[in-house]
């Protein structure tokens, strides 16, 4: 089992910023991959971000590239989102997961997930 905590959410003006953590416990070891999707509503969940947590590779889905950076603390077990320039179609609940596939894209390929944390975008 791996539990999965996010934290960092909030309400912002558009252009702003917020950093999402998520912190993983228990068996960490068959994590290969760690990702962050977002489901607005009514709206399926989309793949935001993704990182291996070995070697540090980095995968985003085009919307959000530029503006976010994903990062991992192996020390920590910590995953990062840092996200600037924010816009209201950023508007979501982020979800953090973990997958046993290498840059995984694919919901279905993540077999954790945390609470999530609610992010609004909005003047």
């Known amino acids: 089992q791996v539990q999965l905590v996010e934290s960092g959410g909030g309400l912002v003006q558009p252009g702003g910023s917020l950093r999402l953590s998520c912190a993983a416990s228990?068996?960490?070891?068959?994590?290969?991959?760690m990702g962050w999707f977002r489901q607005a509503p009514g709206k399926e969940r989309e793949f935001v971000a993704s990182i291996t947590w070995t070697e540090g590779t980095t995968y985003y889905t085009d919307s959000v590239k530029g503006r976010f950076t994903i990062s991992r603390d192996s020390t920590k077990n910590t995953v990062y989102l840092q996200m600037n320039s924010l816009n209201p179609e950023d508007t979501a609940v982020y979800y953090c997961g973990s997958s046993w596939v290498k840059g995984s894209r694919y919901s279905l390929e993540y077999n954790y997930w945390g609470q999530g944390t609610q992010v609004t975008v909005s003047s």
């Open positions: 228990g068996r960490t070891f068959s994590i290969y991959t």
